[in-house]
């Protein structure tokens, strides 16, 4: 059975920085792409970030380009996303996603194992 569990969320100052991992167990983790996704309070599930399994090749959306980071260690079964430079609109759900040999997309949709999410708070 895969389970993903999100951790080291938490609240920040605007400009702050935080780190949040992503522990994989129950399934082969170097053969699965792993995304982060997040949601705001009223808002739509959002693509934040993806890693493939093969090349790790590295995704982001537009409005995280340049302060946030994702890596993976295959050894430890993790996925990490650095946060810098947060900002409020940054305040949002964290939940990572993992996709069996997938490309990196940008739908949800085509993860089909999620972590229970962990939650961001950037105050301003």
């Known amino acids: 059975q895969v389970h993903l569990v999100e951790s080291g969320g938490g609240l920040v100052q605007a400009g702050g920085s935080l780190r949040v991992s992503c522990a994989a167990s129950?399934?082969?983790?170097?053969?699965?792409?792993v995304g982060w996704f997040r949601q705001a309070p009223g808002k739509e599930r959002e693509f934040v970030a993806a890693?493939?399994?093969?090349?790790?090749?590295?995704y982001y959306t537009d409005s995280v380009k340049g302060r946030f980071t994702i890596s993976r260690d295959n050894a430890k079964d993790t996925v990490y996303l650095q946060m810098n430079s947060l900002k409020s609109e940054d305040t949002a759900v964290y939940y990572c996603?993992?996709?069996?040999?997938?490309?990196?997309?940008?739908?949800?949709?085509?993860?089909?194992?999620w972590g229970q999410g962990t939650q961001v708070t950037v105050s301003s």
């Open positions: 890693i493939t399994w093969r090349s790790s090749n590295t």
């Open positions: 129950g399934l082969t983790f170097s053969t699965y792409t």
């Open positions: 996603a993992a996709d069996r040999y997938g490309m990196g997309s940008r739908n949800a949709n085509n993860y089909e194992n």
